[in-house]
């Protein structure tokens, strides 16, 4: 049997030995998947206290809980190790580690460069590796296949590379890994038949294209789609608040049309760890082709005018109520950036937080999921009580409409509201300013 053949037949029986290398939000729920279909995990991280808490059957990821995870690290479907000799045993690697932008906003590719040059060490043939990390298109056949490929070991013949986009949305109670279709392109079409039948042992529905760098740019299209159509709301935002005009009346109502229009919602910025960040990975990519993706910098430059927008707000709040910003104290309700999770990567409510203090108000902040922050000078701040604090501020601007917070009682405790999100829709009240 050749090594295609030899990993069909491990894969369709489960014997294949499966490794995960980043155990995060997106590399976690992706090990659970694997294993709840009977596959034996390792996940490979360089935080030793991930490894160790995964070891204890402890999940540390909210969409995961620690009932799903525990029988499965007890039973030894998975286990955990900071140490890469283990990929000497794995039959298959998918690649999970993070891809942030640098400070000039160019890719920081070191995280899946030195992942691959650990992996590289104990590669072996007939090993399928997936890069899952949302990334420019052309990483997988210009990056990472240059890593693995040497002599007398050849892409599609004695190896497999597929590359395929994740898509999990934390927090999603309807769409978790296991039921959003999965995307995969290989380098060679052998690439391409493994990587689809290995998703296909532990996720409903697969996606096989043409090629890695379609399957890159799947995941570019998605959420450049999703930032500039956000842009565009947060634009009409603006233009609303100059006329006057309610701008998430004028979505609903739109949203009434029963084709042609998707409604997105305007808010304080764009925040987490995709949407704010990914479309850049693409124009830094299309720069170097001398195309430029104008669509992209005028959306980044909308969206990240935001948090501004929402301080100002707050501000002519005041204003109009006879008080000044400076030295007023300001309550934030909300520090992750959406509802219902505990991420605050990106948040945008760490920006008007920061902007508020450089403008001399005295801030506070509550949020269900974060009960500490770390501040960019280095400081910290642990989270209020946001009832207590709805008294006792001069203003509460809501950020993050979590779900499980009680608004009637901010609406009635409050002084004045700067509501960023609509949260308080059902409320109506001369208090309660919306964006
Ligand atoms: N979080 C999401 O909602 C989401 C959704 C879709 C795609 N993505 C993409 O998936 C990738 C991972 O994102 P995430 O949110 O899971 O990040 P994360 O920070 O939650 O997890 C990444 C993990 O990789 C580990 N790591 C870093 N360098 C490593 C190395 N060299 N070797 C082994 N482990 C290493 C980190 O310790 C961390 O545990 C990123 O490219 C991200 O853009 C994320």
Redesign the pocket.
């Known amino acids: 049997m050749n090594y295609e053949e030899q990993l069909r037949e491990k894969i369709a029986s489960r014997a294949a030995r499966v490794g995960v ?7 976690l729920p992706l090990a659970v998947e694997f294993a709840k279909a009977g596959f034996h995990v390792t996940g ?4 030793q206290s ?1 490894v160790d808490q995964l070891n204890l059957g402890q999940s540390y990821i909210q969409d995961i809980p620690t009932s799903v995870l525990e029988p499965l690290v007890k039973s030894g479907k998975i286990t955990a190790t900071t140490d890469f000799s283990a990929v000497k045993d794995l039959d298959t690697i998918d690649i ?4 942030p932008l640098r400070k000039t906003k160019d890719p920081d590719m070191s ?1 899946i460069v ?2 691959c040059e ?1 992996i590289a060490k104990y590669f072996h043939p007939g090993m399928l590796v997936i890069l ?4 420019y298109p052309g990483t997988t056949d210009e990056l990472v296949l240059p890593m693995l490929e040497r002599e007398a070991l050849n892409v599609g013949k004695d190896f497999f590379l597929c590359f395929s ?6 927090g999603n109670p309807k769409y978790q890994t296991s039921n959003i279709p999965k995307v995969v392109g290989g380098i060679t079409p052998a690439c391409t038949t493994l990587g689809a039948l290995f998703y296909g042992q532990s996720l409903e529905t697969v996606v096989p294209v043409a090629s890695t760098k379609v399957a890159e740019m799947v995941k570019l299209l998605e959420n450049t789609f999703r930032m500039i159509n956000i842009g565009l709301v947060n634009e009409m935002a603006l233009m609303c608040d100059r006329m006057g005009i309610n701008v998430w009346e004028v979505i609903d109502a739109a949203a009434t049309k029963p084709f042609g229009f998707m409604p997105f919602y305007p808010g304080p910025g764009l925040g ?3 949407i704010p ?2 479309p850049f990975y693409l124009s830094w990519k299309t720069k170097q082709a001398g195309i430029e993706a104008r669509f992209i910098e005028l959306a980044g430059y909308i969206n990240g005018q935001m948090p501004h927008f929402v301080v100002e707000k707050v501000q002519n709040a005041l204003n109009d109520h006879s008080k000044a910003l400076r030295g007023s104290h300001i309550h934030i309700m909300g520090m992750a950036y959406k509802k219902d999770i505990d ?1 605050v990567r990106e948040s945008p409510a760490l920006d008007i937080l920061l902007l508020l203090q450089q403008r001399g108000a005295r801030v506070t902040y509550s949020d269900p999921f974060v009960p500490c922050i770390r501040l960019m000078d280095g400081g910290s701040m642990q989270a209020s009580d946001a009832q207590e604090m709805a008294v006792a501020a001069d203003c509460v601007v809501i950020v993050t409409d979590h779900s499980n917070t009680d608004y009637a009682a901010v609406v009635d405790r409050a002084k004045l509201i700067v509501d960023s999100r609509n949260a308080l829709k059902k409320y109506s009240s001369e208090k309660v300013v919306r964006l």
Do not use: F, M
């Open positions: 290398v980043g155990l995060g939000y997106v590399g490979i991280d360089v935080q991930k999970c580690v993070p891809t995280y030195s992942a650990e899952e990390s949302t990334t986009p994740e898509r999990v949305d934390p987490g760890h995709c960040i990914d991420d």
